[in-house]
T-cell receptor
């Protein structure tokens, strides 16, 4: 089944403890992206990747890192999480940047 | 970034009714997508429609790129159509900007 898989789905952690949210797609898509969704602010793009080893900042990249060492994986890294990064995070992928994006089921992060 | 405005912000319909959702954007775009976020939070891509008209069952969408707006039509609405509808746009292979959505509630 074609899908975008995020892990974990839920995480409660504390300020400053490094964490990684994994994202994997099995559709051989070139384009992958991370978003955060906050009440009243909608979805905002954090980082995106056009292909392996190519990443670019989105609208709200501060406090996040990404890597794209393989086509299928695009992990989101929070080196020193802070409470303002408490949010619902989505990973998405598409064949290329100008094709329909497919979303994972989301990861709810709570930083205390 | 590109400003994206969606209207109406909230919409309540009786099952079987039709509706039109609007998305206005502030700049030229060559990437426009409509998404549905269901009550369980899942985001489903409805259309990739930077210009023209597309139809998929009871849903159709039209984008008039020169006038910077897109419309999503839902006909014969069903309770399963409830959720939030988002429009997202980009100019080139750059940031994708989302509107704040239209929350649709379909009442049986």
């Amino acid at each position: 089944e074609a899908q975008v898989t995020q892990n974990p789905r839920y995480l409660i952690t504390v300020t400053g403890k490094k964490l990684t949210v994994t994202c994997s797609q099995n559709m051989n898509h070139e384009y992958m992206s991370w978003y955060r969704q906050d009440p009243g602010l909608g979805l905002r793009q954090i980082y995106y990747s056009m292909n392996v080893e190519v990443t670019d900042k989105g609208d709200v990249p501060e406090g996040y890192k990404v890597s794209r060492k393989e086509k299928r994986n695009f992990p989101l890294i929070l080196e020193s999480p802070s409470p303002n990064q408490t949010s619902l995070y989505f990973c998405a992928s598409s064949l290329t940047w100008n094709q329909p994006q497919h979303f994972g089921d989301g990861t709810r992060l709570s930083i205390l | 970034g590109i400003q994206v405005e969606q209207s109406p912000p909230d919409l309540i319909l009786q099952e079987g009714a039709n509706s039109t959702l609007r998305c206005n954007f502030s700049d030229s775009v060559n990437n426009l997508q409509w998404f549905h976020q269901n009550p369980w939070g899942q985001l489903i891509n409805l259309f990739y429609i930077p210009s023209g008209t597309k139809q998929n069952g009871r849903l159709s969408a039209t984008t008039v790129a020169t006038e910077r707006y897109s419309l999503l039509y839902i006909s014969s609405s069903q309770t399963t159509d409830s959720g939030v509808y988002f429009c997202a746009v980009a100019a080139g292979a750059n940031n994708l900007f989302f509107g704040t959505g239209t929350r649709l509630t379909v009442i049986p």
